[in-house]
């Protein structure tokens, strides 16, 4: 994503994201604001796993998945796809994938005979709402069985995004899962640029009173429009998660105010279907993936 794409999405963007997860990231907005670049990767002691891979179910081997080019990928393997990081629609600054990119991945497993099935391993605090759409509808619409394995969490958007899989496990009692919910972050710039010693004048055709209105009202302290707004597009997440996940119908006033829960929690409200190790979860696709085929 370049400096434009990402600075745009941060103060004008709506975000379906954990909040906690995005003001603990404050710094990196700080950084931005000053001309730096920044990733919004999280490096840590681990390899971060940002590119999908395949697994044999039957020995547990992992291959390079190059496009799904990989000769070696025995028939029947699981594609795994990562859904971990804040998740953008374009790709990061330093190359991470965005929800373009894993859609384009998706899509090449669900063509290739080799893979069976497909698990999503998700550890997400969600991302940018425009994020969520065709990669939605590709999910929605794959042809072969599809799995979400969660470690950690999935927050706002990673749940608009499991929501359509056949199955959802976590890996333990302590992920967690919601914050069905979102938000917007609106800069204003008056009193930094006034700082740097330029006044801006802001000047609108006679036509034009309803240009950019939603967003100098907000800045006015009138937030009515972009509620509206936001309203709109919380209504078709929790929709879309009582579409697709029918259980979560009946607890509906629980899940979508944007409480996270933990996953003994999320499993009564229907959010997810279980806890499983991760060679459970990809025994289980495999099966699906076997009963897919016959």
């Known amino acids: 994503m370049s400096f434009n794409h990402i600075l745009s999405a941060v103060l004008r963007g709506r975000w379906l994201i954990d909040k906690a997860w995005a003001e603990a990231h404050l710094p990196l907005v700080l950084s931005l604001l000053k001309g730096n670049p920044v990733s919004f990767v999280e490096r840590t002691g681990n390899e971060l796993i940002e590119r999908p891979f395949a697994i044999d179910p039957k020995t547990m081997q992992r291959y390079e998945w190059r496009d799904g080019t990989n000769p070696n990928i025995p028939e029947g393997s699981i594609g795994i796809l990562p859904i971990n990081g804040p998740i953008t629609k374009y790709n990061g600054d330093c190359g991470e994938p965005g929800a373009i990119a894993k859609n384009s991945w998706l899509m090449q497993m669900g063509k290739r005979a080799n893979i069976g099935s497909v698990i999503m391993l998700v550890d997400t605090p969600g991302g940018e709402a425009r994020a969520a759409s065709t990669f939605t509808r590709t999910i929605q619409n794959f042809s072969k069985p599809i799995l979400s394995y969660i470690d950690g969490m999935s927050a706002s958007l990673g749940v608009w995004l499991i929501s359509p899989t056949d199955e959802i496990y976590v890996s333990s009692k302590m992920d967690e899962v919601g914050s069905v919910g979102s ?48 309203e709109v597009l919380v209504n078709d997440f929790i929709s879309f998660v009582k579409s697709t996940r029918p259980k979560t119908t009946a607890t509906e006033k629980q899940w979508s105010t944007g409480k996270m829960f933990y996953a003994d929690e999320a499993q009564k409200l229907g ?10 979860v990809v025994s289980k696709a495999s099966w699906l993936g076997k009963r897919y085929k016959k």
């Open 183 to 230: 938000f917007v972050m609106l800069a204003d710039w008056a009193g930094y640029f006034e700082a740097q010693g330029l006044k801006i004048h802001e000047i609108y055709a006679p036509q034009s009173t309803d240009k950019n209105k939603d967003y100098r009202d907000a800045i006015k302290g009138d937030y009515g429009e972009v509620e509206k707004d936001l």
């Open 271 to 280: 959010l997810i279907d279980g806890i499983k190790t991760f060679d459970q």
